[in-house]
């Protein structure tokens, strides 16, 4: 009987009380805090002065407590807390405790001091923390000397800005003041509605308070940015109030944002008529920020990116006028899906990035279809599948495990293999159909949050599909790794019959097992008298069929049709010598999907390099830029991989030459006016490509003259880069490297300081990265190191001079020697992407092992450096698989 002692009292104490969770008895959450504790608003107070190297905070938050408790749990990191404040629901207040208990994790306790029954509270915290300096939460760069403080906290870095409830399913309303020296200028989500002085030297902001929003989608900045107001974007049938739009850059640069801000206009009112409701927030800014460690980001209102992508002049390279255009409209696509409707947790992150990616590439269809966004979503699927045949891939919904898998899950399985999963079945159901779902999704989600299943029912109820559609759906989005699609040819009962199975694509060398079943929808091109029909078939069996009906005898087939389905296919030799006759035939995108089949079929084994040459020779004479370059990828496999002889490489060669030397040729070395961009894209791709690939010597001696032309001095003592092709100036200063060595490398060193130019910089570290002599090469990553690098800017150095075995080799050597130096500059942002970065392009099993034996026992040193060791390690071994199993012999075939 006095056992049950301890435990009747308990339970009467719960009775009278509510039950109670004490903090010494509850274990730190690992993962999502619990959901008993729910955030009901924000006002963040911030006092910020970029110069210096700290900032002040008050965090006030309103929370609903649904159970008793003593403590409650909350997301802070770095944050040093001299006071906390509880109000009770009868407004007594006290102190409590702020408590840091997992500072790896930033997962902390505030202590109330006595439990509390389920109420509403209000936590009051005031602190200090550093400006950061690994480009997250609130973070200090320059720009032309001067520091400027801004934020970004995707996916988990508010922490490192203010204490609170950092996971994207907890959106409540934010009230935001910045308190900064009075010459600054401070943006923020919202517009300003009032200014008043705060004593000598500073002044207050206050901010019109947020819709509902997560944390991660927080966002302000604080320096002597300079302004460009745009015309207003006129209202139309779903937003009934002109919209503000400005362009926010470093001082003296906002006027170069007059082109990315003409263009925005059309974006958004093509968004507003495919979602059928309007732009939500008060206004729209975009920041071209000094450093940054993504590309963009989606903010609510401040949508904020990488500088070269904003900034734009009649000389800037057309890649970044197109991936500008892009870039702005993947953003602004997240307005609607992330922001307004915003997954509940991070394993949903698709319904964020995949969305946006694929309502990009539709924006980008509508407004400028010269970009050929429909070849570009054919390219990305291709790109993303290379990593989903690693067994390491991840799923589109990956559980999440950890901040590493939070980290790692921004990647091509989230982007491109999404936005490929939701084309394939957006085709599928067909295009208004998927619209009014898509619709009827944001209307019951927005400004809330949603999971995997609301999307798919919601399309699959405006489809009118059931079970089995959705069960179609889930198995491209719940499992990791790409179908592969078999065909054989047969004629029955006077009928052409195409028989089908499905399987895992799977590499040589690969450990994985094939034996897995998707709902593939399957459309298939094949010939007929008067040309081609289409048939589709939704294989969701190990095996299945397909009557091609009016079938020419005999035909072919091209088993992706439009190149919708995310899927890879064999043909065997003999079908698909028969496309390649055909290859007229195909539209652009099936070109696409046809040089990808080529490549899966050499990589699976199938096919050896003399096929590969023979099967990819019809595309390069496409004038569509994407198919005709499509070879050169694996192409330079083969020649750095597998050749293994002088007369292997000089035969590589001179299939290249005669195939697009005089296509460059023709092109020039120099823009030519009224020609378009895509003219600019194809010459910067070839030149590259032939000058540092396959190193003919014709190519390298015309960039050698544009580079040693931008390397010769001017009056002032700077370098005359503009006296390069932009498009070019990069692979011209790269072959100056290499041919010129130290004085052109230090040359270059001594002027990325002194150039502010985004553009100018990109190509003077594109540049320097060419370098092959490995002194240099040491030099070179040395200066990747200093702070006259951004820290967004490292990657561009340190991945360049490993395209042999040595230089790989030189690499691994600096890297582990200086590997607690890159680990303090990238920080827990970049964890994942370190071992690509040490050992990436790696291609021998001796490369493997060191690179397994190096990070195993240092996995705990950044988030994400486990899944990127298995996915580097991984590749590493299937390159070396693949290139003992191919024939070089089969190159001079």
Known sequence: MRRLVR?????????????????????????????????????LAFKVDPAQQDFSGTTTIRVKLTRASDHLWLDGSELKVSKVTITDGAGKAHAGKYVEVDPKAGVVRVDFGRTLKPQELTLKLDYTAPLNAQLQGLYKVSAKGRPYAMTQMEPISARYAFPGFDEPGFKTPFDISLTIPTAEVGVANTQQVKEVPAGKGWKTLTFAQTLPLPTYLVAFGVGPWSIQTAPD??????????????????????????????????????????????????????????????????????????????????????????????????????????????????????????????????????????YRADLDRVRGAQGAMRNDSLVSARRITQPITGNGDIMTAFDGITYQKGASVIGMFENYV???????????????????????????????????????????????????????????????????????SQSRYLPVGSTGDTRRVWGVPVCVRYGTADGSKVSCEMLDKATGSMVLAGASQPTWIMPNANADGYYRFSLGRQQLAGLAHEVGQLSDAEQLAYADAVSAGFQHGDLDAGDVLAALKPLTHSKIREVATAPLTQLEWIYHHEATTDVQRARLQTWVKDTYLPRLQQLGYQRRAGETEDASLLRSTLAGSLAFDFRLPEVRAALL?????????????????????????????????????????????????????????????????????????GQVRNFALDKQVKVGEMAMLLYGSRDTRARRDAMWQWFTAH??????????????????????????????????????????????IERGLAQTGESIRLCSALKAAQDPAAILR
Not at 828 to 840: N, Q
Request: some cysteine; overall charge negative.
């Open 7 to 43: 435990p009747l009292l308990l339970t009467a104490l719960a009775a009278c009380c509510g039950t109670a969770l004490a903090a010494t008895a509850e274990q730190a959450p690992q993962g999502r805090l619990p959901g008993w504790a729910v955030p009901q608003s924000y006002r």
């Open 233 to 370: 974007i006129a209202p139309d049938a779903y937003r009934s109030r002109p919209l503000p739009l400005r362009g926010i850059a470093a001082a003296g640069e906002a006027q170069r944002m007059q082109h990315v801000l003409s263009e925005t206009p059309s974006i958004i009112h093509a968004l507003e008529n495919y979602y059928g409701f309007g732009y939500p927030w008060d206004k729209l800014d975009v920041l071209a920020a000094p450093d940054f460690a993504a590309g963009a980001m989606e903010n609510a209102g401040l949508v904020t990116f990488r500088d070269w992508l904003l900034l734009l002049d009649k000389d800037s390279p057309a890649r970044n006028v197109q991936g500008s255009f892009n870039v702005t409209a993947h953003e602004l696509a997240h307005q609607w899906t992330g922001d307004t409707v915003t997954t509940a947790w991070w394993n949903d992150i698709w319904l964020n990035e995949a969305f946006a990616t694929w309502m990009q590439q539709k924006v980008t269809m509508e407004v400028h279809p010269e």
């Open 430 to 500: 067909g295009e208004k159909t998927f619209q009014r779902g898509m619709r009827a999704y944001i209307q019951k989600h927005k400004f809330g949050n949603a999971v995997t299943s609301d999307l798919v029912d919601s399309i699959a109820a405006a489809a009118d599909k059931g079970e089995a559609f959705k069960q179609a759906f889930h198995s491209f989005l719940d499992q990791s790794g790409v179908p592969y699609v078999q065909t054989r040819l047969e004629q029955k009962d006077g009928r052409t019959v195409l028989q089908l």
């Open 705 to 777: 003259g544009q580079g040693e032309a931008a390397l010769k001095r001017k009056a002032d003592g700077r370098l005359n880069l503009t006296a390069a092709d932009p498009d070019l100036l990069g692979d011209a200063l790269g072959v100056a490297v290499q041919e010129h060595g130290k004085p052109a490398v230090e040359a270059l060193i001594a002027e990325l300081p002194q150039t502010s130019d985004a553009a100018l910089r990109n190509a003077i570290l594109g540049g320097l990265s060419s370098v092959e002599d490995p002194v240099l090469a």
């Open 819 to 864: 590997y607690p130096q890159i680990l303090a500059r990238t920080g827990s942002f970049s964890g994942g992407r370190l071992p690509s970065l040490a050992a990436g392009g790696g291609c021998s099993p001796a490369e493997g092992d060191r690179l397994q034996a190096f990070f195993k026992p240092r996995a705990g040193d950044a988030a994400g």
